[in-house]
């Protein structure tokens, strides 16, 4: 029985990452093995594991997340921060209100809640 998909997402720059992780996206570091993080947020559990040579422009990660309710505050929080690969909230056309920012290893992670 499979109970938990936890995504691995690649890092390059360890101190970037965390910062964007933990003070940007309100994640905790939960265990820090040097090459390999496990961080956790509101439930949901994240790996990250050194990939010094991806080439950020052309990575294939991406991943989705569900987001209950508050995704304007979110979305907000995020864009003060002045992100720089931070894409709009707009409301789809498949019912959810989304908006997509890049990780610093050019992870893409959007962000998703229903519409009411």
Same mark, same amino acid.
Request: proline share 5%; with cysteine; glycine share 6%.
């Given at each position: 029985? @499979?109970? *938990? @998909?936890?995504?691995?997402?690649? %890092?390059? *720059?360890?101190?970037?990452?965390?910062?964007? !992780?933990?003070?940007?996206? /309100?994640?905790?570091?939960? +265990?820090?093995?040097?090459? !390999?993080?496990?961080?956790?947020?509101?439930?949901?559990?994240? &790996?990250?594991? &050194? %990939?010094?040579?991806?080439?950020?422009?052309? +990575?294939?990660?991406? @991943? !989705?997340?569900?987001?209950?309710? /508050? @995704? #304007?505050?979110?979305?907000?929080?995020? #864009?003060?921060?002045?992100?720089?690969? =931070?894409?709009?909230?707009?409301?789809?056309?498949?019912?959810?209100? #989304?908006? +997509?920012?890049?990780?610093?290893?050019?992870?893409? =992670?959007?962000?998703?809640?229903? +519409?009411?």
């Amino acid at each position: 029985m @499979i109970t *938990q @998909i936890i995504p691995k997402l690649p %890092f390059i *720059q360890k101190s970037e990452s965390l910062d964007f !992780y933990v003070r940007i996206l /309100g994640f905790t570091l939960m +265990s820090d093995y040097g090459d !390999y993080l496990l961080l956790k947020r509101d439930g949901l559990e994240i &790996h990250l594991f &050194h %990939f010094p040579s991806l080439q950020p422009t052309a +990575s294939d990660f991406m @991943i !989705y997340l569900r987001v209950d309710e /508050g @995704i #304007e505050a979110m979305f907000a929080c995020i #864009e003060s921060e002045k992100v720089r690969k =931070l894409y709009p909230l707009e409301q789809k056309t498949w019912g959810q209100k #989304e908006f +997509s920012v890049i990780d610093p290893s050019g992870t893409l =992670l959007t962000f998703g809640q229903a +519409s009411r």
